[in-house]
């Protein structure tokens, strides 16, 4: 038994886990590991452990490492804790190596499984004991449980065996890697382990000179020259658009020219600074130019910031005079220079001759502003090079051209802007500016998008990686989105209409990479879900290197950070000798022609074609919402106020995607502070994406040298924070609602009716998920500005008002919970129908098991799952849950397409046996590329199609987790106990069931407009209209009388604002039209992609119309076969001519009357 104590010990501050350069985060089934040979061997056996732990130390950077040793023919190890540094020298490892093996010999020998269980690590979840193993043996002696890396000795062969994680070229060059060490091991015992060769030839050729072979020549006129001549060319094109304020290029240029002739007459003229106070505007792009045409530096100033950081800025700069407006001017507090009012008369009596002062690459075109980690913002000079080269760029790789719509989306405060909207200016382009709200929201900036034909755009990370999930016309004019900001997440759905144009950056370094992420997603979408959306090669005139610390080329796959060289680097900071010492060094790399190397922060590694990969930072800066937040300064200022004696901040993500700062304040005992008050002194100091989300105050830990162990810092409490309001509990359901939601959003316990979203820690990405679930559970549909007007839980409800009460009283009859209870009035007619309503989705890297558990527990809970019916009319619950769904593997199945159709076939033509149940049929397909097919069938008397297209998928959605909470309190017993009996005139007509349904979509692109205006003047609501026209087309196409389906069984009544059935009388037996109305109205939904029939008796179209904004989308699906796709196609087109012909009466009468 080991001694527990001992290992302990000898396991301490050993990292569970080393960088290494896998292709995969998981490997296939089954499948075998990877074994190449070491070149250059055999090696002796005493110098394997010592190369290998070289090799582990030089792509991880980790001292610390725990490499086993197998003991012959026992299947035990050696745990060797092995210490290497980069300034070791060979002959010190190689004495390090033989001493850790005579510590681990003194503790003995344990399992690959012992060593887990010492180590803590989960062997089931893919962790292995050891970083890497060395084996005196053959590669099959190779224990896969105990590293991912072995290295065999034996036979003369020196063999290193990989998890199939690693690629067998990644295999190749890892054994490469070693062989080289190796050798070294063998030569000068005095050189150090950080200067022993790693790289080939070839490979230090491609990374130094092939990856970086980027020079180009650009014309040589700079923006301030382009604009002017487009001004010339085109004066009357739009430049600038706002709104309903649209200025022109001729205008644009004139005002540029006066405004700047008035600031020379101010004193302005070349390198000096001219603040520029503005929100995004016409006003804020012509004051940026008067600067250049002056060859004068454009300050970039936020007014949106509090102001004593704006004052801070100007003073900072040094700025010669201020540009803003009236409304804005109280911002600036007092500044020393003169402040010019945009909107008044004076400057436009100078005359609008162009100063005369060219621009060259090295002088500054903007200064803006980024956190700094003294507490103050630190200002970067971008220079006039970068933004020319930048415009060359962009051309070329998304296509900007004369007369395309672009966007300016970025805040006005952000260096981003050379990258935003000047691009588009400087090639003619017309630059669009929505509103605030607009831009805050993903479905209004998508519907603003798509209504301005915008062709070009640039949208920050966070908001981007929403406005992919939405669903988009395939006619949007849209052709680039270019993203930047911060790391990208997710991968975009290569169907998108438009193509996805990574960006990558900084204010300090314009544009370093870019790289089309629709095009890779699309060419490699097996290798997608193992990798991170990368930043790309270097563009033009750029280079870009991940160096290890020594600043060393490392491999491909291995960890490093990224350093910069050529046109894109700025002049460096303002003001900061110190910080420009540390960030922008000598050049000392081969064939770099750049003076200049820029140390950017941020850990990289190479993909295999030397693609680039963004993976973290290396300092304490972090990026929020697109925004670069040194967490220093927000702790300077957290440090300064009363009763704080000692704090931190981190970028916290407890919920995946969901990044928040988190503030942990250490109290003074004596005066503990009031974080009431220090919240807001941190609003008035701070921008309001650097005030953090939530504040823990307690005892902060230390390390052993006194420091904050920021490690172990713990998560923010769910309780509800210090406030200024005092605290309301909730008063009736509607507030008791809203108030769960609230907590759900903010990860609180405790929410009072009056407190304040924000002031609980909600920010923008809180709100957006507060909104969406306000709208699909509370029924109530905001804006964003609506919630920034009341973000209080008692405004918000009385607006959601008291929910809706079901017939009668409802009470929970636990005692007859399994008792036979009598048919609900929307089942009368359906228990004896042999329908299906079926549902299809599919999933990458759904985990089966999981799911399996989670549906089962659901089925548990949900009564309604459980039903059996009785030929007496009855119904009861059945105590236990069915067994788990059965799933079949089609993974290496060549015919997997055709053996997927007949599950469906299968699913939608077996009747239900509703005497035995269950009710439900639920299959799983395991299908290639690590698909999962979810199959459901259900019967129409136990689910409607509101249930299919919320409750289920929301369980998809909830990352395939098992719900929380108990059951539910009331049951469907207990709910259609309470119901009134059902009238005789519901049931079902009789009819046979086709099976095969065909589906047919059409997107009409702003129907829903034209089909409210016709509902307005025909006195009726368009959902009523659009049946009436579904009705009458199918009568016109098929030459048979129809008649208007009942409304959908169990569709319940506070459904009905979100799905509109349209109600008709009952039926004769005859063809009948099914139409429901998904309704989105201005806020957009994620509509998930389903296949769906709806095999009712006596239906023969079934129309799901969905409404998102103008746009209207007809889902039609028919029983019958192929056969009945010509009819379909029919159908459609005469409801298609509806629509688009407004002399067409919509509202005949005798079409409506049929059957009803």
Same mark, same amino acid.
Request: charged fraction near 25%; include cysteine; hydrophobic fraction near 45%.
């Given at each position: ?30 499948? &075998?590991? *990877? %074994?190449?040979?070491? +070149?250059?061997?055999?090696? $002796? =056996? /005493?110098?394997? !452990?010592?190369?290998?732990? #070289? ?76 970083? &890497?193993? *060395? %084996?005196?043996?053959? +590669?099959?002696?190779?224990? $896969? =449980? /105990?590293?991912? !890396?072995?290295?065999?000795? #034996? ?98 240029? #004139? ?902």
């Amino acid at each position: 038994m080991p001694d527990t104590a001992a290992w302990e010990r000898h396991l301490q501050d050993v990292p569970r886990a080393v960088n290494l350069p896998a292709d995969r985060t998981a490997a296939a089934r089954d499948a &075998a590991p *990877v %074994v190449r040979e070491v +070149p250059g061997g055999p090696y $002796p =056996a /005493a110098d394997l !452990l010592a190369g290998v732990g #070289a090799l582990l130390h030089r792509y991880g950077g980790e001292p610390r490492l725990l490499v086993g040793r197998s003991v012959a023919a026992t299947g035990r190890l050696l745990a060797v804790r092995l210490t290497v540094e980069g300034g070791q020298t060979v002959a010190g490892l190689r004495a390090a190596a033989a001493e850790a093996v005579r510590a681990a010999v003194d503790l003995g020998g344990v399992t690959p499984a012992e060593l887990a269980r010492l180590r803590g690590v989960d062997p089931a979840g893919g962790q292995r004991p050891c970083h &890497a193993v *060395v %084996v005196d043996g053959p +590669p099959e002696a190779a224990d $896969p =449980a /105990a590293a991912e !890396l072995t290295v065999t000795s #034996a036979d003369g062969r020196t063999c290193l065996v990989a998890d199939p994680r690693f690629a067998p070229g990644t295999v190749a060059r890892i054994a490469a890697h070693l062989g080289r060490l190796l050798t070294a091991l063998a030569g000068d015992p005095d050189a150090r382990v950080a200067e022993l060769p790693l790289l080939g030839p070839d490979e230090r050729s491609a990374i130094l000179y092939e990856w970086n072979d980027t020079a180009r020549q650009f014309p040589p006129e700079q923006f301030p020259e382009l604009v002017a001549h487009v001004a010339r060319e085109a004066p009357d094109r739009p430049a600038v658009v706002a709104g309903d304020r649209t200025l022109g290029y001729g205008d644009l240029d #004139a005002d540029a020219n006066r405004l700047a002739q008035h600031l020379a007459g101010l004193g302005v003229g070349r390198g000096d600074r001219v603040g520029v106070c503005l929100e995004r505007s016409p006003e804020s792009i012509l004051a940026q130019l008067a600067a250049f045409r002056l060859a004068a530096t454009a300050v970039l100033l936020d007014p949106e910031y509090p102001q004593e950081r704006l004052e801070f800025m100007v003073d900072d700069s040094r700025a010669a005079a201020v540009l803003t407006r009236a409304g804005l001017r109280a911002r600036l507090g007092a500044v020393a220079c003169p402040v010019v009012e945009v909107e008044g008369d004076e400057w436009r009596a100078a005359p609008a001759v162009d100063p005369g002062c060219p621009v060259a690459d090295e002088e500054v075109c903007h200064i803006a502003y980024t956190s700094g980690s003294t507490g103050k913002p630190k200002a970067v000079l971008l220079r006039h090079g970068p933004l020319r080269n930048t415009v060359h760029v962009l051309r070329e790789q998304c296509g900007l051209a004369p007369g395309q719509r672009g966007t300016w989306l970025c805040s006005p405060g952000f260096g981003l802007v050379q990258v935003d909207c000047f691009p588009i200016l400087a090639v003619g382009g017309t630059v669009h500016i929505p509103e605030p709200a607009v831009a805050a929201s993903p479905e209004q900036l998508r519907d603003w998008l798509v209504e301005q034909r915008i062709e070009q755009s640039l949208v920050l990370t966070a908001m981007a990686e929403r406005l992919w999930r939405l669903d988009w016309p395939a006619g949007t004019a849209l052709r680039w989105m270019r993203i930047a900001g911060e790391r990208v997440r997710s991968w975009p759905d290569p169907q998108l209409p438009f193509r996805v144009l990574n960006v990558y950056g900084s204010a300090e370094a314009t544009v370093v990479g870019t790289c089309d992420l629709s095009t890779l997603a699309a060419e490699a979408p097996d290798g997608r879900p193992d990798r991170m959306p990368p930043v790309g090669r270097p563009v033009a005139n750029v280079r870009a290197y991940v160096l290890d610390a020594n600043r060393q080329p490392v491999p491909p796959g291995v960890l490093g950070e990224l350093y910069v060289s050529g046109e894109s680097l700025s002049r460096g900071y303002l003001n900061r000798p110190e910080v420009n010492g540390a960030k922008f060094l000598p050049n000392e790399l081969p064939g770099d022609p750049y003076p200049v190397l820029y140390r950017s922060g941020d850990v990289a590694r190479y993909w295999p074609d030397g693609t680039v990969e963004i993976v973290g930072r290396t300092d304490n800066e972090v990026k929020i919402r697109g925004y670069r937040v040194h967490l220093g300064e927000i702790e300077s200022v957290l440090a300064e106020q009363p009763g704080v004696r000692q704090c931190a901040v981190l970028a916290r993500e407890d919920t995946p995607g969901e990044r928040r700062l988190v503030a942990y304040v250490e109290p003074d005992r004596a005066r503990p502070p009031e974080l009431t008050a220090v919240r807001a002194a941190l609003r008035r100091r701070l921008p309001s994406y650097m005030v953090p989300a939530a504040y823990v105050v307690d005892d902060l830990p230390t390390t052993a040298n006194g420091k904050i162990d920021r490690a172990v810092l713990p998560p923010p409490p769910r309780t509800r924070p210090e406030l200024d309001t005092p605290y309301r509990a909730p008063e009736n359901p509607a507030q008791e609602r809203v108030a769960r939601i609230w907590a759900e959003v903010l990860d609180l316990d405790d929410i009072g009716v009056d407190d304040d979203f924000f002031e609980l820690g909600g920010d923008s990405l809180r709100a957006m998920r507060l909104l969406a679930r306000l709208r699909d559970e509370a029924r109530l549909r905001l804006k964003m500005s609506e919630l920034f007007r009341a973000p209080t839980v008692a405004a918000l409800a009385e607006r959601a008002g008291t929910p809706r009460r079901a017939p009668g009283v409802v009470t929970h009859d636990a005692a007859g919970r399994h008792a036979p209870f009598g048919l609900g009035a929307a089942q009368a007619g359906l228990a004896g129908a042999p329908g299906v309503r079926y549902v299809e989705w599919q999933r990458d890297w759904l985990d089966v098991d999981r799911f399996v558990a989670a549906w089962q527990r659901l089925v548990t809970q949900q009564d309604a799952l459980r039903l059996v019916f009785a030929a007496d009319g009855t119904q009861r619950v059945v105590e236990r849950a069915p067994a788990p769904p059965p799933v079949r593997d089609l993974t290496d199945a060549v015919d997997a397409a055709d053996r997927l159709d007949q599950v469906r076939a299968e699913l939608l033509a077996t009747p239900f046996d509703l005497a035995e149940g269950p009710p439900y049929r639920l299959r799983l397909t395991l299908l290639p590329d690590d698909v999962v097919a979810v199959h459901l069938a259900v019967h129409p008397a136990v689910a409607d199609d509101r249930s299919l297209d919320e409750v289920l998928p929301r369980l998809l959605a909830a990352g395939y987790e098992e719900p929380d909470g108990p059951a539910p309190a009331l049951t469907v017993r207990d709910l259609l106990r309470a119901e009134p009996a059902p009238p005789a005139e519901s049931a079902a007509p009789a009819g046979p069931v086709a099976a095969d349904p065909v589906r047919l979509q059409r997107a009409v692109g702003d129907g829903w407009s034209a089909l409210a205006a016709a509902a307005r003047r025909a006195g009726t609501g368009p959902e009523e209209l659009l049946g009436a026209l579904a009705v009458d087309a199918y009568a016109e196409a098929t030459g048979a009388p129809a008649a208007l389906a009942p409304a959908p069984a169990g569709a319940p009544a506070a459904a009905r604002d979100v799905v509109g059935p349209l109600t008709g009388g009952p039926t004769d037996g005859g063809p009948a039209v099914a139409v429901r109305v998904l309704r989105a109205d201005d806020d957009g939904e994620d509509w998930l992609p389903v296949r769906r029939a709806n095999l009712l008796p006596g239906v023969a179209a079934d129309l799901t119309a969905r409404v998102t904004g103008p746009r209207l989308e007809l889902d039609w699906t028919c029983p019958g076969g192929e056969a009945a796709r010509a009819t379909l196609d029919r159908v459609d087109a005469a409801l298609r001519a509806r629509l688009a012909d407004p002399a067409v009466d919509p509202t005949a009468p005798a079409t409506v009357a049929v059957g009803g």
